[in-house]
Structures are given as structure tokens and as C-alpha cells.
């Protein structure tokens, strides 16, 4: 089973300032299937970023992901308000299971 | 416009069951590859395991705490997932989220599952 590590555990930053939260796998990701997902307090999750770069419809360019391997990073280049939430990375592709990391929580300063 | 929208959830005693379903809309279900994830109250999310398409299988995989006690299934003819679970813990209180296979485009607004002497 594949381990997803996510670092820092919760990231505190205003408003107008870049996020970079990372996710670490034990093991090379096949064909850098990694997701990521923005998850606010009682909501489902949303999905910002998939194969580990690519946007999904409707997210803002302020949003990037990065990363090969085991390393992958998504960045929030201005953080808005509204981006102040719970993230999730998720690998996917291999055998399963397709696990999560434990989230990174974005809170403001 | 998707839609997935479970039902079933409750409380239920320790070692109990529960089925719960997810009926599907606004795509072709019986193409898609289906999973579950829980999230326990205050917790992460966890993936708890998908379905294939039959014409890829049909098979389901699970993750390791639910195996044995878990089945996933699928109607095509009614659009609908299911999930069975058995031997229910307490661990197993949560959150279950009906999605299409990862990465998830699209999520059910969830059913509370709640194992409770």
C-alpha cells in the first residue's frame, strides 16, 4: 500500500500571501497519478488538480500542482479568502488501494 | 447535470448491518467505475473501495480495515451502487460518500453511518 505523507499538518498565512503544501509518497507514483481536493466544513470534496498538474474544469490558475516521482507540491499563488480549507492529495492508477494523505489544513494568520 | 445521491446510513449496533445505496443520474453508469470513500467525524478521508465497469470485470477492490466485512455492488439496470457492510465496528462510524473513480470528479453530499451500542 501506497503511503501519502502531507506536510505541514496546518499552514497559517493572510490573505494575498502563497501557499505550498507537499505530499510524499513511499513509493514512485505510476504515471504521476496524483490528485489533489479542497474540502470546506461540510461540503463535499472538490477537485483542483489531477495527474498531478493538470487543472480541473472550473479551477482558478492560481492554482498549480507540481511534482514526479514521490514529491509533489500544490501551490496557491494569492490566497484568497474562500481558499482557506482542508486539502487532501490522493494517489491513484496503481494497484489498489488508492489512498489519501491526511490533509493539510490552510487557516488564516 | 451528475448526480449521485446516497442513501441508507443510520445507527446501528456493533456487529450489525447496513446496506447503503447510490443512485446515479446524468451520465452513463453502467460505463463508470464507482468507489466509496468514508470520512470519520473530525477525520481524513479514506478510500474504502471501488467497482469496474462490468464490461472491465465488474470485480471490486477494498482497503484492508473493511475486507471480508464489505461488499461493493452494482445494478446497472437501476443506476444504482451498492454497499454492504457487515461485523460493523465502531471504527467503521463515518461519513460514506458515493464518487466515480478517482481522480473525483464527482462526490454524493454523503450518508452518516454511525455504530453505537
Known amino acids: 500500500e501506497i503511503v501519502l505523507t502531507q506536510s505541514p499538518g496546518t499552514l497559517s498565512l493572510s490573505p494575498g500571501e502563497r501557499a505550498t503544501l507537499s505530499c510524499r509518497a513511499s513509493?514512485?507514483?505510476?504515471?504521476?497519478?496524483l490528485a489533489w481536493y479542497q474540502q470546506k466544513p461540510g461540503q463535499a470534496p472538490r477537485l483542483l488538480i489531477y495527474?498531478?498538474?493538470s487543472r480541473a474544469a472550473g479551477i482558478p490558475d492560481r492554482f498549480s500542482g507540481s511534482g514526479s516521482g514521490t514529491d509533489f507540491a500544490l501551490t496557491i499563488s494569492r490566497l484568497e479568502p474562500e481558499d482557506f480549507a482542508m486539502y487532501y492529495c490522493?494517489?491513484?492508477?496503481?494497484?489498489?488501494?488508492?489512498?489519501f494523505g491526511q490533509g493539510t489544513k490552510v487557516e488564516i494568520k | 447535470e451528475v448526480q449521485l445521491v446516497e442513501s441508507g446510513g443510520g445507527l446501528v449496533k456493533p456487529g450489525g448491518s447496513l446496506r447503503l445505496s447510490c443512485a446515479a443520474s446524468?451520465?452513463?453508469?453502467?460505463?463508470?467505475?464507482m468507489s466509496w470513500v468514508r470520512q470519520a467525524p473530525g477525520k481524513g478521508l479514506e478510500w474504502v473501495g471501488r467497482?469496474?465497469?462490468?464490461?472491465?470485470?465488474?470485480?471490486?477492490d477494498y482497503t484492508a480495515s473493511v475486507k471480508g466485512r464489505f461488499t461493493i455492488s452494482r445494478d446497472d439496470s437501476k443506476n444504482t451502487l451498492y454497499l454492504q457492510m457487515n461485523s460493523l465496528k465502531a471504527e467503521d462510524t463515518a461519513v460514506y460518500y458515493c464518487?466515480?473513480?478517482?481522480?473525483?470528479?464527482?462526490w454524493g453530499q454523503g450518508t452518516l453511518v454511525t455504530v453505537s451500542s
Open positions: 464518487t466515480d473513480t478517482a481522480p473525483v470528479d464527482y
Open positions: 446524468g451520465f452513463t453508469f453502467s460505463n463508470a467505475w
Open positions: 467497482i469496474k465497469s462490468k464490461a472491465d470485470g465488474g470485480t471490486a
Open positions: 513509493q514512485s507514483l505510476t504515471r504521476n497519478y
Open positions: 495527474a498531478a498538474s
Open positions: 490522493q494517489q491513484y492508477g496503481t494497484s489498489p488501494p488508492e489512498t
